[in-house]
């Protein structure tokens, strides 16, 4: 019988040579964006309040940020998609509500007021045609990241996100820049291809016993360590694919030895777990006490054993409710598949540049900062305990701030199309940039200001 699952997940939340450290730069007013990220919320269908609507959350799952559009403003929470480059509003947000829109309704782009963390953009340019509501920050120069730059907002296509608090799930990313006080610095960094997606290499998995824990049948060894392939995982914040939403995929093999060393029950005992996910009583959080630790590089970031045990509720089409719990790592596939007509993620053959997928529950421990003009992504082990905010700007330089790795010894720096994206035909424009951004950008505050009161 089919289920529906419903789960909470911050969801959100190459190897290089080490050779070069560099300083931290500070600038009096960096050029950076903040704005929140949410747990999703579900909710089934409209509904009205004193301001803003609030879009419907009932098909998605992970991470989100809000953000407004239109005259008066439509309130929206949308998945962030880290592997997607469009950014769409389809069927969440109503056009012919709004006295600032630009665009013809049969046409692919379209243009409105924007509003997101402490900025608002006039004719902001985005998808009027794409069949999912997402915003795409991925590498291509249609995501958010670029559009930010176009209207100068930021000053080159990059970003940082983490998750603030591990136990509700809220979370931050930073347009154009990194806050290190959020994370045990330097961050490392790391080449991806930009061609594909987003992308770091996991050296190896270690998993540890506790003082408090107990032995797991036929392991007498307190320690095991997995040596991952030489291929990189790549990260999702979002999937159509609901079930696998925030889990990672590792290869088969090394999934396999993983729930063997953890007594864990795996995918095909149950056939409703599609095989690729192992299960395990829910109460094992009480008893045992392990770590599993990610070396990505010379950085190694440690989870608890209680993180990695996600329950879930199955609502059946009967009216039966079923709680229970899965490992955070799946079993990737070997071969590309299709169950339900859904794609299952991770594993060789299923996707064929990765040795899996990296998802939020695993990412909810990392800081991640990108830079586009680069090709590269750092990352550092999340401060729990941070101080006061530190915000460095990412330049159009060849180097991330505080940051160690195998830097280019040149770039070419995006630059923003000089056309305005304003249009009075009444058809929709092409995405293009302002020729002044005070023109679009009428809400802007200082990097003080961002992060006041956070």
Not at 205 to 217: C, D, E
């Amino acid at each position: 019988m089919r289920s529906l699952w419903i789960t909470a997940l911050w969801g959100l939340q190459t190897t290089c040579a080490y050779s070069t450290n560099f300083p931290l730069v500070h600038r009096d007013n960096p050029s950076v964006l903040h704005a929140s990220l949410e747990q999703q919320r579900e909710t089934s269908d409209l509904q009205k309040r004193d301001g803003p609507v609030q879009a419907p959350l009932a098909w998605y799952r992970g991470v989100v940020i809000n953000i407004t559009m239109g005259t008066p403003p439509q309130l929206m929470s949308l998945p962030v998609d880290i592997a997607d480059h469009h950014f769409s509003l389809v069927n969440w947000y109503n056009p012919q509500v709004s006295t600032t829109y630009q665009g013809d309704y049969w046409y692919q782009s379209a243009n409105d007021t924007m509003g997101i963390g402490s900025t608002q953009i006039k004719e902001f340019n985005f998808d009027s045609y794409y069949p999912e509501a997402v915003i795409g920050i991925g590498p291509g120069n249609h995501s958010l990241p670029y559009s930010l730059v176009d209207y100068g907002v930021i000053k080159s296509p990059s970003f940082s996100i983490w998750c603030d608090d591990l136990q509700t799930g809220e979370g931050s990313i930073l347009f154009g820049g990194v806050n290190s006080a959020k994370y045990h610095g330097p961050l490392q960094a790391f080449s991806f291809d930009p061609a594909s997606s987003l992308s770091i290499p996991l050296k190896e998995i270690t998993i540890q016993l506790g003082a408090n824990g107990s032995a797991v049948p036929g392991n007498s060894s307190t320690s095991k360590t997995f040596s991952m392939p030489d291929k990189p995982l790549r990260l999702q914040t979002f999937t159509e694919y609901r079930e696998a939403m925030g889990f990672s995929f590792l290869p088969a093999d090394i999934a396999n030895q993983t729930y063997s060393y953890f007594n864990i029950s795996g995918p095909d005992s149950d056939p409703m777990q599609q095989n690729y996910l192992g299960s395990l009583p829910c109460n094992r959080t009480d008893t045992e006490n392990y770590t599993v630790s990610l070396t990505f590089g010379n950085i190694t970031v440690s989870y608890p054993w209680e993180e990695l045990i996600i329950p879930i509720r199955r609502v059946f089409d009967s009216g039966a409710v079923e709680d229970v719990c899965y490992f955070a790592i799946g079993r990737g596939k070997e071969t590309s598949d299709y169950d339900y007509g859904y794609y299952i993620p991770g594993g060789p053959g299923a996707v064929l540049d990765y040795a899996g997928i990296l998802g939020t529950v695993l990412m909810s421990r990392l800081y991640i900062a990108v830079d586009y003009d680069n090709n590269l992504i750092g990352v550092a082990p999340l401060n729990e305990n941070p101080g006061p905010d530190n915000i460095l700007e990412i330049g159009t330089g060849t180097e991330l701030p505080d940051a160690v790795g195998d830097f280019p010894a040149t770039n070419t720096p995006y630059i923003a199309p000089s056309v305005n994206s304003s249009t009075s035909s009444g058809l929709a424009a092409l995405r293009t940039a302002p020729p002044s951004a005070q023109k679009h950008v009428v809400a802007a505050l200082g990097a003080a200001a961002l992060f006041a009161g956070l």
